[in-house]
């Protein structure tokens, strides 16, 4: 079945640094979702990103979508306390459901 | 903002026991979904739900779990024999079309553990 692979696992960092996390695929899909996980809490949705290419920002969050729609990255600037939590891409292989990847756990150390 | 309420927040089974885990899935969505996720594991897929009855499920969803809709408002997961490998957060989910690109609300999730 289709993967969804994620990298890096874990990243810490300090506060006011950057973060970056990326997802690849092995086939082209139709669409890429983000989802941050809080400690304890549960998947919240971030952004859906469609478009070849497309770039979307969200404050200090910024996600791309690949060109050939098989990989993709969200990358967090200069990076709070509040940041903390694990990301996550998705991707559904037809519709729903939903394939997750491993995620990525980032630390901020204050 | 509406939500996606599941109850219990925790549930502790022995071994070979029945569990039901409740959700009650934002009112107007018509897809339901059922993930689980192992303690400090990725979200795995489990089964998804439509029009009373399953619309895909992963291989993870055999024959000791069940999902139903009781009622117009619960969606419900049973779990008929519990294992020990059972436990993990279990996130039902919800959507307004079931479309690929339709945003997947997630319920704050049950915890099971089995002992």
């Known amino acids: 079945g289709q993967q969804v692979m994620q990298i890096p696992q874990y990243q810490h960092v300090q506060e006011g640094e950057d973060f970056t996390t990326y997802c690849n695929s092995s086939t082209t899909l139709s669409n890429i979702q983000w989802y941050k996980q809080r400690p304890g809490g549960h998947p919240v949705f971030l952004i859906q990103?469609?478009?070849?290419?497309e770039v979307k920002k969200q404050k200090r969050l910024t996600f791309q979508f690949g060109e050939a729609k098989k990989n993709s990255s969200l990358h967090i600037t200069a990076t709070q306390t509040t940041d903390v939590g694990t990301y996550f891409c998705?991707?559904?292989?037809?519709?729903?459901?939903?394939?997750f990847g491993k995620g990525t756990r980032l630390s901020v150390i204050a | 903002e509406p939500e996606v309420t599941q109850t219990p927040s925790h549930q502790v089974t022995q071994m070979g026991q029945e569990v039901i885990l409740r959700c009650v899935p934002i009112?107007?969505?018509?897809?339901f979904y059922w993930y689980r996720q192992i303690l400090g594991q990725k979200v795995e897929f489990l089964v998804s739900f439509y029009n009373n009855e399953i619309s895909e499920k992963s291989e993870i969803f055999d024959d000791q779990f069940s999902v139903e809709r009781p009622d117009g408002s619960n969606f419900t997961l049973k779990i008929r024999s519990t294992k020990l490998e059972d436990s993990a957060m279990y996130f039902c989910?919800?959507?307004?079309?079931?479309?690929?690109?339709?945003?997947?609300?997630f319920g704050p999730g049950t915890r099971l553990t089995v002992l």
């Open positions: 009112s107007n969505h018509l897809y």
């Open positions: 990103l469609v478009k070849s290419g």
């Open positions: 989910a919800s959507t307004l079309t079931g479309g690929g690109t339709d945003t997947q609300y």
């Open positions: 998705a991707a559904p292989p037809g519709n729903t459901p939903l394939v």
